[in-house]
């Protein structure tokens, strides 16, 4: 027990012993910490102490030369920085070039013009009159097509070049896109200055474009549109000057129209007879009207064309130049010919099984449905559908048509000629009338066109042009039909000059098939 206390005592000395150093140690650390400050302190007061003794001319050179320091630093930064500035706006004044200015002709674009327009159109003071003029190339994809896109591109910059000799040098041209260009001129004062402006760059496209080597004429179809009578906003006078120019293509193009608020009401016509076009081709209101064409050696009907008339629900009959150019513009011309085809090819057949399997039944193609790649097949179709001879269906094309592509048209006809039928060259001396085609084309007959019948009786001229073309006819051993016979006078001349076949209201006009049917009859059973 004794020893056990020893242990404990010499435990607690030991114990008290370490205590002791701790607090030892720990004091010499706030003793060592004091004495740094101190020194610290002292070495402060020994710095500023020699800082005040430096004269004031040392401690103006040392803040001078801080100064500098700063000074370059200063400038570095905003040198740099105004370099950048400048980068920047050049990189901003680039991006705005190519914004607004037209990458081929470097005159500015349809953005530019668009905002250009806007300006003026929102300071337009109330008797101030602002015209705008629409300008499209006519025809521009056969160059295209023909030399390809590089010389195409050629041409348009040509075309820029031609447009700013034109136009008054407060005139702001731009190009519109593809081959369109719009001109803004401000302050018109004479309506009649401004159409010798028109003719001005008319002018400048009567000479020719050499492409290629090649001199190529171009024709530009405009349209006019003045501020604020023909628009009050941006959008509604580009619209309404967009559709003069192209009721200037419809023309005939190579002209120019002013726009008209007639304008709009026949788009909206031609809107609502386009909707009304889809339907009738459901509602079965097509009719077939026949037209007879005369044997004038022997005065009997020789055959029949085809002719697609609208039997409209409310409007009547309407006649194919009031709906046939829609129907080419939305390819419903194809569904309807594939039916008028039919339709006729049925009518030929049940004129076959009465007895008149001498007659022949002529049948209009339009250039939409020639070109189109399903036109031999559908020929085929009704052939075998029908049953008719096939040497009594002729189809009927123009030489305009042909001329578009005489390769493709060569090769299509001969096929459909492999079956049997035949073909007729119709409104032949309007168009091309190029009798280098004319001999490679593989066609049985020429139509001669109703303008040439209309002065015959009066005008040597055009006896002279017709009985040429029945001589040519004759030489190729082709026949002619000659269009739009009304006076007996002019049949005695064409039987005078040879000439086979007449057609026209001196023997009948275009009837329904019982109407048809009778005159068949009055006629082929006298």
Known sequence: MAIQTGILVNGSHIYEIDRTLGNIIIALIIVLVIVILALAIAVKRRAIAQYKTKSAEERLKESYSELENAYKK????QKELSTKYEELKRSEEN?????????LTEIPNR?????????????LRKEEVVAVMYIDLDNFKNINDVLGHSYGDELLIDVSHRLKQAIDENDYLARFGGDEFIVLSQNIEDV?????KIRKIQKVFSYPFVLSLKEFFVTISIGVAYAPRDGKTTQSLIKNVDLAMYTAKEKGKNTYCFYEESINQRLMNKIELQSEL???????????????????DTNRIAGFEALVRWNHPTKGIILPGDFIPIAEQTGLIVPIGKWVMFEACKQLKKWEEEGFDDITMAVNLSGRQFFDTDLVAMVREALDTTEINPAHLELEITETVVLDNIEYSIDVIEQIKAFGVHFSLDDFGTGYSAM??????????????KSFLDRLIENQCDQKIVASIINLARNLEMDVIAEGVEYEAQADFLRSVDCKLAQGFLYSKPIPKKAANDLLDQYNKM
């Not at 084309?441 to 020429?446: D, Q």
């Open 95 to 103: 991006n705005r070039k190519i914004a607004y200015t037209d990458y």
């Open 278 to 296: 889809r339907q009738a081709i459901d509602f079965n209101e097509f009719e077939v009207f026949y037209q007879a064409q005369i044997d004038l």
């Open 436 to 449: 280098n085609y004319l001999r490679m084309l593989p066609v049985s007959n020429l139509k001669i066109d």
């Open 111 to 123: 953005t530019a013009f668009s905002e250009k327009l806007d300006d003026v159109m929102n300071t």
């Open 192 to 196: 009649g200055l401004y159409e010798e």
């Open 74 to 77: 200063v400038s570095k930064t």
